[in-house]
């Protein structure tokens, strides 16, 4: 069983950045993929990236590439997403999971959650 709790959100003027953090425990942190989503009000839950268990391969959103970076240090049990060049559509509660089966970008593949953190953009 996997444990996640992240942290970093906040509110920022659009163009701004902010680093979410995403600390685990539990299973071996270098064992599993991890994976950011992140639900706006009224929306479905929305796949933003996600990246293997030894960083070695990544995969975004497009309408986070070329924006956001997922980033894990595995000595720490931490994955990190760098959000920049932030848009007010980029309001939401973000989430890390971790641990999937399947294709990794539905949220159904996800069994472990963390509790969730609010980002809040301003044009």
């Known amino acids: 069983q996997v444990q996640l709790v992240e942290s970093g959100g906040g509110l920022v003027q659009a163009g701004g950045s902010l680093r979410l953090s995403c600390a685990a425990s539990?299973?071996?942190?270098?064992?599993?993929?991890v994976a950011w989503f992140r639900q706006a009000p009224g929306k479905d839950q929305e796949f933003v990236a996600v990246i293997s268990s030894n960083g070695g391969s990544t995969f975004y959103a497009d309408s986070v590439r070329g924006r956001f970076t997922i980033s894990r240090d595995n000595a720490q049990n931490t994955a990190y997403l760098q959000m920049d060049s932030l848009k007010p559509e980029d309001t939401a509660v973000y989430y890390c999971?971790?641990?999937?089966?399947?294709?990794?970008?539905?949220?159904?593949?996800?069994?472990?959650w963390g509790q969730g953190t609010q980002v809040t953009v301003s044009s």
């Open positions: 999971a971790a641990d999937p089966e399947g294709s990794w970008r539905q949220a159904t593949d996800y069994a472990s």
């Open positions: 539990g299973r071996t942190f270098s064992s599993y993929p």
